[in-house]
């Protein structure tokens, strides 16, 4: 909507400069009493136009000549209407022929006939109304979109994730090499360290207890259960910010649960030294505004289950993702290898060091939302290789790829007990 008023505004500007278009040049077929057609006569020059405060356009009326019996006449040629602009008038005569010209183009690529005179002075009277609203709502849109820039200025300095995706979204900003080779992603998705610390064991014994904004989430080794509705703040029913959840290694603390999502946006929600299982689930299923989540040295399964929930990152809204020494591994779930890494709306993420392993990534391959870079990452897949998607939202940095061959004796399933005996 604003590229097509500023180019209208242009256009303003170019015809009272004195841009000369030819006009619509058209007769209108006059009208009797009863709203019939009457049939028009030549005569032998046209009419003079009537000046008045709003330009009225005539044409020249025009005869159907006689003609043979059984012979159609033939059309005459349409003639050049002639336009007196009133001194003063801020609506130059090249700028009203336009109208004009226009108006008359667009009518035919309706109907057949003409429009009637009333018609084209209705025409010029609401094309004159609009042109000269059209600078206050130029002027709003201009002021608003620096507001928006100032706006998105202080969201960036602030690094907040949601605010800057939903600037994306608005295709006012876009992610750049610094935004991944600097700090700014941790920045955007990971918690600070907080010395308000939250036993986990004490939080699932006492399921009436929130969390609260800032607050970690501590895990020992073990099997934890977590129900994901217990994952909101005490204000309302949203995933707090700056909430950390930890164990002690993903190889001793198993934490599960799956389809985090809430009301709103929540930012910087960090795991760390942790397995996660999504208990033949997506892990994340966000259907509101932006999040930014992180990742350090931990580990997603039992996430494939071929059903539509079935995408370890779904958010809706879009999101920051980093992801440190992150092992996604399939094969746990009740349909190896069939669970998404990604799906929903833009992400921008950065996954170093990470491991893939029987996951489905196949949507990447014309992705557009957002951007994902991987350096020093692996991958064993079942499917192609994604390095040969690579384009300017997706990029491999010294990755490796490795094809994995299923077959009828191994499909690739693995038992969640291997890992954690106690698992269920």
């Known amino acids: 909507?604003?590229?097509?008023?500023?180019?209208?505004?242009?256009?303003?500007?170019?015809?009272?400069?004195?841009?000369?278009?030819?006009?619509?040049?058209?007769?209108?077929?006059?009208?009797?009493?009863?709203?019939?057609?009457?049939?028009?006569r030549r005569t032998p020059e046209p009419e003079a136009v009537e000046t008045s405060?709003?330009?009225?356009?005539?044409?020249?009326?025009?005869?159907?000549?006689?003609?043979?019996?059984?012979?159609?006449?033939?059309?005459?040629p349409m003639e050049r209407t002639e336009l007196t602009v009133e001194p003063g008038d801020v609506f130059g005569r090249a700028l009203l022929e336009h109208h004009a010209s226009e108006f008359a183009r667009g009518w035919s690529e309706v109907r057949a006939d003409e429009p009637s005179q009333a018609e084209r002075v209705e025409g010029e009277a609401d094309f004159r109304r609009q042109t000269l609203a059209l600078s206050a709502s130029l002027g709003r849109w201009a002021a608003e979109a620096r507001t928006r820039l100032e706006e998105l200025a202080v969201s960036i300095e602030a690094d907040d994730g949601p605010a800057m995706l939903a600037a994306y979204v608005r295709n006012e900003w876009r992610p750049d090499d610094d935004l991944f080779e600097g700090d700014a992603l941790e920045r955007i998705t990971r918690a600070p360290t907080s010395a308000a610390a939250v036993d986990g064991i004490d939080f699932l014994?006492?399921?009436?207890?929130?969390?609260?904004?800032?607050?970690?989430?501590?895990?020992?080794?073990?099997?934890?259960?977590?129900?994901?509705?217990?994952?909101?703040?005490?204000?309302?029913?949203?995933?707090?910010?700056?909430?950390?959840?930890?164990?002690?290694?993903?190889?001793?603390?198993?934490?599960?649960?799956?389809?985090?999502?809430?009301?709103?946006?929540?930012?910087?929600l960090t795991f760390?030294?942790?397995?996660?299982?999504?208990?033949?689930?997506?892990?994340?299923?966000?259907?509101?505004?932006?999040?930014?989540?992180?990742?350090?040295?931990?580990?997603?399964?039992?996430?494939?289950?071929?059903?539509?929930?079935?995408?370890?990152?779904?958010?809706?809204?879009?999101?920051?993702?980093?992801?440190?020494?992150?092992?996604?591994?399939?094969?746990?779930?009740?349909?190896?290898?069939?669970?998404?890494?990604?799906?929903?709306?833009?992400?921008?993420?950065?996954?170093?060091?990470?491991?893939?392993?029987?996951?489905?990534?196949?949507?990447?391959?014309?992705?557009?939302?957002?951007?994902?870079?991987?350096?020093?990452?692996?991958?064993?897949?079942?499917?192609?290789?994604?390095r040969e998607w690579a384009s300017g939202h997706l990029a491999f940095h010294g990755c490796s790829y490795g094809r994995m061959e299923l077959t009828a004796d191994d499909d690739g399933s693995k038992s969640l007990q291997d890992l954690f005996p106690d698992a269920r």
């Open 272 to 386: 760390r030294d942790i397995t996660l299982d999504a208990q033949n689930d997506g892990l994340f299923d966000h259907r509101h505004d932006g999040a930014s989540v992180s990742f350090q040295r931990a580990r997603i399964v039992r996430f494939d289950a071929a059903h539509g929930g079935s995408t370890i990152f779904s958010f809706r809204g879009g999101a920051f993702i980093d992801a440190n020494d992150l092992e996604i591994i399939g094969g746990y779930g009740r349909a190896p290898g069939q669970g998404d890494l990604v799906r929903g709306g833009p992400m921008i993420g950065r996954f170093r060091n990470c491991r893939f392993e029987l996951v489905e990534l196949r949507r990447m391959r014309s992705w557009r939302e957002g951007r994902l870079e991987f350096t020093g990452c692996s991958f064993t897949l079942v499917g192609p290789d994604p």
């Open 53 to 76: 405060p709003e330009v009225e356009l005539r044409a020249p009326r025009r005869e159907v000549p006689e003609e043979p019996p059984g012979e159609m006449a033939p059309e005459p």
């Open 1 to 40: 909507m604003r590229t097509g008023l500023a180019l209208a505004a242009v256009a303003l500007v170019a015809f009272l400069a004195g841009a000369v278009v030819d006009p619509f040049g058209a007769s209108a077929a006059p009208t009797a009493s009863d709203g019939r057609p009457e049939v028009a």
């Open 205 to 268: 014994s006492n399921r009436g207890e929130k969390l609260e904004d800032g607050v970690t989430l501590t895990f020992g080794p073990g099997v934890f259960t977590l129900d994901e509705r217990r994952i909101r703040a005490s204000d309302g029913d949203r995933i707090p910010n700056d909430l950390t959840i930890v164990g002690v290694g993903r190889n001793a603390t198993l934490l599960q649960m799956g389809d985090l999502g809430g009301r709103g946006t929540f930012e910087r």
